[in-house]
DNA sequence: TCATGTTGTAACAATAATAGTTACAACAAG
DNA sequence: CTTGTTGTAACTATTATTGTTACAACATGA
């Protein structure tokens, strides 16, 4: 299975937010000219980043905005805002059966090796900033600053 | 979104294999009764494993064993074997617009830190191998071999 | 040969998540 | 009061997962 594409959504729309606010009021409809998907989907996006303190959007009069610096929001953040709620990466099945050797310890043999494997993605994406991908992003287009 | 059960099924059904093989002859009816699903899941779990040259299963008279030693069946096989068939853990939007220069550059930006997490996930689960995992149980159970 | 138990697989249903879309009330500002 | 935007509801389509029944193919022993 796959991890949604509502996590690169979000990570595209802060950049775009990044980039080019406060020169150009960054609405959902010109990120969704960006992302090339339908502008409720941008919204549905913003709001779970607004939610996770992420962003702020103005009502009525449009445009968003990065609710603190592109230094202080990894990529974990966006991930936990739009993907994991509070839920673990590794689904289990339900009812193992307790009167079997195998099904009566197979949480306590398995639990912890998940965990970590989460925590090394987490980690890895707690490493990088948005500030991180502006930077290149920079390079990449040649602007000095946004 | 999540990884689906089939991982933590197919690693309960090796587990499964490992503990009671020889022993006892153990098929897909025998592991649907510890993992508590129907036997039919654990055959498509089991075809898998079987893909993947991780166990081998006898047609006709029935029963799994493992195909190579625990020691050299890391959760990493057992992920690719159910899990990624090739694909990327994370799902990108299909088409970010090439005339935004956030749009334009979203993959040369984002691609490599995806890769990397992804790699991080995957680093961890290969250095734990079947065996690791049967040392616990046989530490729970009182087990000293099987 | 035949009965038995098992595997492999097809077929289908139920459920859930994702993603796209239309519609519209609420809002802010000129 | 007009305009443009946000937030959200409602609905659809698609896809993946999971559970289930059914059955042909297979190996073995009676």
Redesign the pocket.
Known sequence: ?QI???FT?AVHALLCIAYFSPER??????IAGSVK?????V??T??QL?EADLVT????????SLARSAAEITLLDVYRAV?STGERLF?F??NPNPACPVGGNIHAVLDGELAAAQAALEDRLAQTSLADLYAKLADLTGTSAG
Request: hydrophobic share 35%; charged share 25%.
């Open positions: 299975m949604s594409t509502r959504v009021k960054v609405t959902s409809g010109f998907v339908n502008p409720v989907v919204r549905r913003l709001g607004k959007v103005e009502a009525g009069v449009g445009g968003a993907e689904n099945h339900e």
